[in-house]
């Protein structure tokens, strides 16, 4: 069966999978979804005697109808090979009665990279279907791990540039650093004075500037997107939720048809709109726990019915979660209000403009898998220092998160069914606050001696990806105002 991607805001001709990944973003500003959520064609039974390659394939055919299947093994072929450390790619580990789901042992050590490492070839694919012929430059904010994740899989690729803003205070250390030594002649990062927000609505700006567009054409380029707004970036992450249920069950930890519960730290919306989609899709997976930060605008949402973005931003040692306008829950509002183009879009203009926006009863009846659940960063500290305190097992910030909420949402609901928590970065990519939340004696070690302390506590190896950036020179320095994104992309790319 074909599937062809609309927009969330108006009903607009769909387009094909190569054409939606193509641009990004719909011209009217809306996302595009699927006109319809496929069925998996194989059984749970079946699909667990595959590796995480063969799964993807199976998944992933589905969404991308009008790719060939020589061109779609080689583009899964090409992201999930020897840049993951591990060759299951996305591996479980078992902690206090949970399953961890590893996503960060690729390329960057974040999650991102799960989606990241394949939207490059997703992408030159796509431009070669479609006969585009101006060179792809690729626009990203950033509030860490998307821009390096996108810079590692765009770097050199011809016939693509890539541009990174980040808010140049609201990021790791070693994030930073990831970012600001990234090599590639084609790549170029530039801290903004703002928050993750202002970087996402000025890059929002730019694709929906349709002078600049026009310009950008009769220079030979044109915009695309790697945000996880990019259906390219969604699709390859249902991947993983499949994958993990078929582990569960290759390792008997799972009947056939028994429910897992799936506990997401949540910042965009990316990573857990996937795992609802798989459920879609006939993964049996019963509740779907979204996690927040202090920036607890989901949980709120999920309480009340009312998406409200008005309140204090909050720096968080889950800087990746550190935001307020989620852009993939628009794919969820959209599809829970019957697929209402012109209700969703009153929303989403409600949203930019009052920043914020209520669904109905009928629509609220629709989430009724859905949990909110939010930790502090006392009970996120906490959580880290006693997981491993009792199992050894070390976990980021991010990860620490969706543990705590995990574990309230637990005790509240005598939940008892298996539950996989998506553990979204390496601990080693946010060293600094996770050895804090061990010992706060730590604080005054350097980030490098942290990095070898890390790797004394808890015995897992450092990754290359650190290894590799402890003497790498910097090579961005580009820092601008939040009105100043458009010069410095004409300057990039010398149209000026
Ligand atoms: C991006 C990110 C998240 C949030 O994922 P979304 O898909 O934006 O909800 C959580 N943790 C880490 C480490 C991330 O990099």
């Known amino acids: 069966m074909e599937i062809l991607y609309k927009s969330t805001r108006s009903n607009s001709e769909p387009v094909k999978a190569s054409e939606a990944i193509l641009k990004g973003l719909a011209k009217d500003g809306g996302l595009f979804v699927p006109t319809s959520l496929p ?6 039974e079946e699909l667990s005697k595959m590796n995480y390659q063969e799964t993807a394939y199976e998944v992933m055919k589905l969404f991308l109808t009008d790719f060939t299947e020589e061109e779609l093994k080689h583009c899964i072929n090409s992201a999930y090979d020897s840049k993951f450390d591990v060759e299951e790619i996305a591996p479980l580990a078992e902690a206090k009665g949970v399953y961890y789901l590893e996503l960060f042992h690729g ?5 991102k990279d799960m989606a990241l490492s394949i939207l490059p070839h997703l992408l030159t694919t796509s431009a070669k279907k479609n006969n585009v012929k101006n060179e792809i430059v690729i626009l990203t904010a950033t509030s860490g791990d998307t821009g390096k994740a996108a810079l590692a899989g765009f770097a050199d690729v011809p016939g693509t540039k890539i541009i990174v803003f980040y808010p140049k205070n609201g990021v790791s250390p070693i994030q930073e650093k990831q970012m600001v030594t990234q090599k590639g002649s084609n790549t170029h990062v530039v801290g903004i004075h703002g928050n993750f927000d202002d ?4 890059v929002k700006k730019l694709f929906a500037d349709e002078a600049l ?5 009769e220079k030979g380029f044109q915009f695309s997107s790697a945000n996880s707004i990019n259906i390219g970036r969604l699709v390859p992450q249902v ?8 582990r569960l069950l290759a390792n008997g930890k799972l009947s056939e048809g028994e429910k897992m519960n799936v506990v997401v730290p949540t910042g965009n919306f990316g990573n857990i709109l996937a795992a609802y989609y798989a459920k879609n899709m006939g993964v049996p997976i019963d509740k779907l726990v979204c996690a927040s930060n202090d920036n607890k605008v989901l949980y709120d949402f999920f309480r009340t019915g009312t998406y409200d973005r008005n309140r204090e931003f909050i720096l968080t040692s889950s800087p990746s979660m550190d935001i307020l306008i989620s852009s993939n829950l628009e794919r969820l509002i959209y599809k829970i209000a019957g697929e209402d183009s012109a209700a969703n879009a009153e929303r989403m203009d409600s949203l930019s403009r009052n920043g914020s926006y209520e669904i109905t009863e009928e629509m609220k009846k629709e989430l009724a898998d859905f949990r909110g659940g939010y930790a502090t960063e006392e009970e996120t500290f906490a959580f880290i220092k006693e997981l491993y305190e009792d199992c050894g097992y070390v976990t980021d910030t991010h990860t620490a998160v969706a543990g705590v ?4 949402y637990r005790k509240e609901s005598k939940d008892k069914t298996k539950t996989i928590v998506a553990s979204t970065a390496s601990p080693y990519k946010f060293t600094r606050s996770v050895m804090k939340a061990i010992d706060p004696k730590y604080d005054s070690m350097t980030d490098f001696e942290l990095v070898d302390e890390l790797c004394r506590l808890s015995g897992v190896a450092v990754p290359k990806a650190i290894e590799e950036i402890r003497t790498a020179p910097v090579l961005h320095d580009t820092v601008c105002e939040k009105d100043e994104m458009k010069a410095v ?4 790319l010398g149209m000026e």
Do not use: H, N, P, R
């Open 107 to 111: 390329a960057t050590i974040a999650f």
């Open 239 to 246: 991947v993983y939720y499949v994958y993990a249920y078929t």
């Open 39 to 44: 069925k998996l064609s194989l059984s749970m």
């Open 213 to 217: 567009a026009k310009e950008m054409d």
């Open 405 to 408: 909420v995990c574990e309230k």
């Open 199 to 202: 970087a996402q609505t000025g």
């Open 489 to 492: 992309v004409k300057k990039f």
